[in-house]
């Protein structure tokens, strides 16, 4: 892949996190970056800040999935291959372990 | 119950185990077993179809984890461009979006596990934990939707083969 591919890539996936941002109220930030995984491969890492709120038990489930499903959808629909990995944090558990890659 | 179904148990008792701030170890080992609880809820299935009682037990350790993830890594891609003979499409289209569900969540499930056995710089929090959970439940909830379907049986020969 060339460099310009590989930006034209990181490209669409910027605007994608930055399109379900902004559609979420729930989401303080979101982050995203490649990590080599155990086979080797680039994998798409998606860190999703959400407030205190959404992560209640009663909410969690239901706005993680809805979250990840509209991702993994814009993702697929822009044809960029593999699945992301979407991690999720409160606001509270990020400012009591501050951690770059959620910052 | 069956173990799948415990070992999913299990691994939200990790989550809850320490009062405070939660034992890395602890989340590391529930994350790690969500993930064997959802390898055998699928790989309990495979030996299912197979009709000798002496082999069911050989029968599910032939499933190997290397290929079903590339196996679930390329249902997205057989769905998106499907071959006109490819017995996946047998099934209905919901039964085929809540494949696509289990099997990018089985992949995102396997790298998390991996992450959790061997990457001793990573870290998770209580939440992120129980969120991966969840994930792991919905694909107990989603595959309990279509086990019998062709979707499903051709998803559980895929992870067994070469060539799907």
């Keep these: 892949m060339t460099l310009a591919e590989e930006r034209a890539i990181e490209s669409k996936i910027r605007d994608i996190v930055e399109t379900v941002q902004r ?14 995984d155990w086979t080797g491969q680039p994998a798409l890492y998606i860190r999703i800040t959400l407030r205190d709120a959404a992560t209640r038990p009663s909410r969690l489930a ?17 044809e960029i291959e593999g699945t992301p990995s979407v991690r999720f944090r409160s606001q509270s558990e990020t400012l009591d372990m501050p951690d770059p890659k959620w910052a | 119950m069956g173990l799948p179904q415990d070992l999913l148990d299990q691994a939200e008792l990790l989550t809850v185990l320490d009062k405070k701030r939660p034992k890395q170890a602890n989340l590391r080992r529930a994350i790690s077993t969500a ?16 009709k000798v009682p002496g082999q069911q037990s050989r029968f599910a350790r032939i499933f190997d984890h290397g290929r079903m993830r590339q196996a679930a890594e390329r249902i997205p891609k057989r769905l998106a461009k499907p071959d006109a003979g490819d017995p996946i499409l047998k ?22 596990r991996h992450r959790a056995d061997y ?14 959970l969840k994930l792991a439940e919905s694909v107990f909830t ?19 083969s070469r060539d799907r």
Excluded at chain 1, 64 to 75: F, P, Y
Excluded at chain 2, 142 to 154: D, F, L, N
Aim: proline share 4%; net charge negative.
């Design chain 2, 119 to 132: 990457d001793t710089a990573a870290q998770w929090t209580r939440d992120e934990c129980i969120e991966i």
């Design chain 1, 62 to 78: 239901a706005v993680t999935s809805a979250i990840r499903e509209e991702l993994r959808s814009a993702l697929r629909n822009s």
């Design chain 2, 35 to 50: 993930y064997y609880a959802v390898f055998h809820l699928l790989i309990e299935d495979g030996p299912n179809n197979w």
């Design chain 2, 142 to 160: 989603g595959w309990a939707k279509i086990r019998k379907s062709p979707a499903a049986q051709e998803f559980l020969f895929a992870m067994l």
């Design chain 2, 91 to 112: 099934s209905s289209p919901a039964q085929l979006d809540a494949l696509l569900q289990i099997a990018e969540s089985f992949n995102e499930l396997q790298r998390e």
């Design chain 1, 23 to 36: 559609q979420n109220p729930d989401i303080v930030r979101a982050r995203f970056q490649f990590e080599e």
